[in-house]
């Protein structure tokens, strides 16, 4: 179970990312959780990430989606 500030991060990552794709939210949430982004890196990753800035973080999560054959 995730704490609150790990999901109002969450919630802060997929709405930035849905602003920079020109996505929903919703639809963002399904880019990151099929490709295991959401939990394996946002999510595990939350004491590093959430001392980032937007851009890099859009830009770092953007790149990793790419990696897995995602065009965004």
């Known amino acids: 179970m995730l704490e609150k500030k790990e999901l109002t991060f969450v919630v802060f ?3 930035a990312l ?7 939210t919703p639809e963002v949430y399904e880019i990151l ?4 982004i959401l939990d394996d890196y946002i ?3 939350y004491d590093v990430l959430h001392t980032l800035g937007k851009e890099y973080l859009v830009e770092d999560i953007t790149e990793f989606v790419r ?3 995602i065009d965004v």
């Not at 849905?18 to 929903?24: A, D, L, P, R, Y």
């Open 13 to 15: 990552i997929l709405h």
């Open 67 to 69: 990696e897995k054959g």
């Open 18 to 24: 849905g602003q920079h794709w020109n996505m929903t």
């Open 33 to 36: 959780n099929t490709t295991g």
């Open 43 to 45: 999510i595990k990753c």
